[in-house]
């Protein structure tokens, strides 16, 4: 977001540009604050709208977060008005934990044009936002709570995600979706395919499913993706596996020039709107690219081709699409199920009883449609 913070301190006007991958809004009141604010007033300011600018030790700084982020905790458990529906539940969710994110990121810390952070005990977090935000001509106020996710995002882009059906470890970058959930490669990995000359990977993200299909032998494919980080990302990984001689990358809307003998697709699974780049993954605002992958299918998938569609029921389970509106979709489309292969997740949510959407979640199931043109 490209908007100046400007503030008085030390008898002196200050003015720094406004860091914020989730657009937030620039702050309109803006205090000062050191390790002497108790966690309880920093609480109450952030939760009266009032933003924080922290001028004292680094690890007191995130130890305030971490104070902070109790007392939204201990808020959210208090009992209140159990939801009556599975939709219901995933509004009133998606709600408290919009407004925790909210409060919480009112703790904000000053970062220079080098990416530093000029504080006691200050970590070094350079590399970490040169990733996710690149190279800046000056400093930038950014909340606490989002550079702990860069400086986090960076950590796991170097460890990587070990991913069973690849063989290979993956590595995210900043702002792209990571594959943590194995189901539905696993699914993708055994689906018979329809032949090995082509292929089309949309939306290809990290370029997981793309690297997955050239090692499962498909001779040329092209993988496509809107965001630039989702593109440098997956070059990285393809390059680094030794597959930039079967996959080809290009920045499209859905599909690219052409047609192929298989088409894959793992679009989000919810239609919502997301509130953060890597929401973006999950969330599709009226199930956007979802209904753009199916009526663009007849026109992309070669003859006897097929086109795979990757996605969870939790949608329907929740309440916020039905299976006649995916059916429906599918066959307005001019396209007809040839098979589906289904999974359960093995994701921690799915087990964990004292989540707010354990009903829905405990019961998903993940699948592959194998879709081919009906005429």
């Known amino acids: 977001m490209n908007a100046n913070l400007t503030w008085q301190e030390a008898d002196s006007e200050r003015t ?14 803006l205090r000062l604050i050191d390790d002497t604010l108790p966690a309880a007033e920093a609480w109450r300011l952030a939760q009266a709208g009032i933003s924080l600018l922290w001028r004292g030790d680094w690890q007191n700084a995130r130890h305030l977060l971490q104070a902070m982020s109790r007392r939204a905790d201990k808020q959210q458990s208090r009992p209140g008005k159990a939801p009556a ?19 919480l990121a009112r703790l904000l810390i000053e970062v220079d044009a080098t990416h530093a ?17 690149g190279p800046v001509e000056a400093g930038y106020v950014v909340s606490l709570r989002e550079l702990l996710g860069v400086v986090s995002a960076h950590e796991w882009r170097k460890k990587g995600v070990q991913v069973a059906a690849l063989g290979e470890i993956i590595h995210a970058h900043y702002g792209v979706f990571s594959p943590l959930r194995g189901e539905y490669l696993d699914l993708i990995a055994k689906a018979p395919l329809p032949g090995k000359s082509t292929a089309f990977d949309i939306g290809t993200g990290s370029g997981v499913i793309a690297a997955l299909l050239a090692k499962r032998g498909i001779a040329q494919i092209i993988a ?16 680094r596996l030794g597959l930039t001689n079967q996959v080809e990358l290009l920045q499209a809307d859905l599909f690219p020039p052409g047609q192929a003998k298989l088409i894959v697709c793992n679009p989000p699974w919810l239609p919502e709107t997301p509130t953060s780049p890597v929401e973006a993954a999950v969330y599709d605002p009226d ?33 916020l699409r039905t299976r006649d509106e995916l059916l429906g979709w599918i066959q307005d489309a001019g396209l007809r199920v040839v098979n589906r ?22 019961r ?12």
């Open 364 to 375: 998903e199931v993940t699948s592959l449609w194998r879709l081919a043109n009906a005429s």
């Open 85 to 103: 529906t599975a939709l219901e539940a995933f509004r009133q969710h998606r709600a408290t934990q919009a407004t925790r994110a909210q409060t």
């Open 117 to 133: 952070i000029q504080a006691r005990r200050a970590q070094d977090v350079k590399q970490a936002c040169l990733e996710a935000y």
């Open 16 to 29: 720094a540009r406004w860091q914020s991958e989730a657009a937030a809004p620039l702050p309109t009141e």
């Open 224 to 239: 496509t993706d809107m965001a630039p980080r989702a593109l440098a990302c997956a070059a990285d990984n393809l390059q």
């Open 287 to 319: 199930s956007r690219m979802l209904r753009g992958f199916l009526a663009g299918l007849p026109a992309h998938l070669a003859p006897g081709g097929e086109a795979w569609l990757i996605i969870s029921d939790i949608a329907e389970l929740l309440g």
């Open 341 to 362: 292969l289904d999974t359960r997740p093995q994701h921690p949510k799915a087990m964990d009883a004292n989540d707010p959407l354990h009903a829905a979640r405990s």
